[in-house]
């Protein structure tokens, strides 16, 4: 599982000492670090939304957000912590937005000094402190289900239903009946037609799971060579050029001295 180097966890601590959080998160959201910990963590969660889990096959950054599990705009204090980071899908990350995931939600004027890192501290499935498979189930990546809080609640927030039932005016059963039918259409003979519904599903979704991960191994042979020099980069960094990088984010720009 991917964590800053210690060089990185230098720059971190040395940038916030000398300017402080806004001015951290801002130097960071454009870094070396968070360059090389994204494609990490793509590689991690072998090309899937830590939310919906769809497969995407691409490792271009601008295809995938880097997802603050607990968002920067209620705790930007956590803006640059391993454990609240993870890749999510533009729509994932678009539906998520701003949602509490706190539990129970923090008060208005309560700042959490410390990350949270019990599950039970989570209202959603955290892509590192939680299987997801253990939450929810999906139909095709179309219709979702759960029987636990956490799932439902994933579901809620991320509207993780709302392409197929709301958009698309789809149901579970005619979603099921369609799956069922294109696979003993693939299947033939080979299996019995009597099998049941669940075990269709879990079939199908077993040949979907290994082709994406056969195409997920194909593309992080590239991916591992950027992280490898990513790293090596990173690691040669030292806390004073991170320092004196975000040295020109703290200062106000130039036409504002003069004016002032």
């Known amino acids: 599982m991917t964590e800053f180097l210690q060089s990185e966890l230098d720059q971190i601590e040395a940038v916030r000492g000398a300017h402080g959080e806004e001015i951290l998160n801002k130097w960071f959201d454009n870094s ?7 494609k990490s963590r793509v590689k991690d969660q072998l090309l899937r939304c830590c939310y919906c889990r769809k497969f995407n096959a691409t490792v271009y950054a601008n295809e995938w957000d880097l997802e603050h599990v607990l968002c920067e705009n209620r705790y930007p204090q956590f803006f640059a912590e391993p454990v609240n980071l993870a890749i999510a899908c533009k729509r994932c990350n678009t539906a998520k937005r701003h949602a509490d995931v706190y539990a129970p939600p923090a008060r208005p004027n309560t700042r959490l000094q410390t990350l949270p890192t019990e599950s039970e501290r989570y209202s959603i499935p955290h892509p590192r402190l939680d299987q997801w498979n ?5 139909v095709n990546y179309q219709i979702y289900t759960s029987e636990t809080s956490k799932g439902l609640e994933l579901m809620a927030v991320c509207k993780l239903n709302e392409p197929a039932i709301t958009d698309a005016g789809l149901s579970r059963e005619a979603v099921v009946t369609a799956v069922r039918t294109k696979f003993f259409s693939r299947m033939g003979n080979f299996v019995d037609q009597r099998m049941s519904d669940d075990d269709v599903l879990i079939a199908t979704s077993l040949f979907t799971a290994d082709l994406e991960n056969m195409r997920a191994e194909a593309f992080i042979v590239g991916l591992d060579r950027s992280i490898q020099k990513l790293t090596q980069r990173s690691a040669k960094r030292t806390a004073e050029q991170a320092v004196a990088e975000a040295q020109s984010l703290a200062q106000p720009p130039a036409r504002a001295l003069e004016l002032g």
Do not use: A, G
């Open 32 to 38: 070396l670090i968070k360059d090389r910990f994204k």
């Open 134 to 138: 253990d939450h929810l189930s999906h």
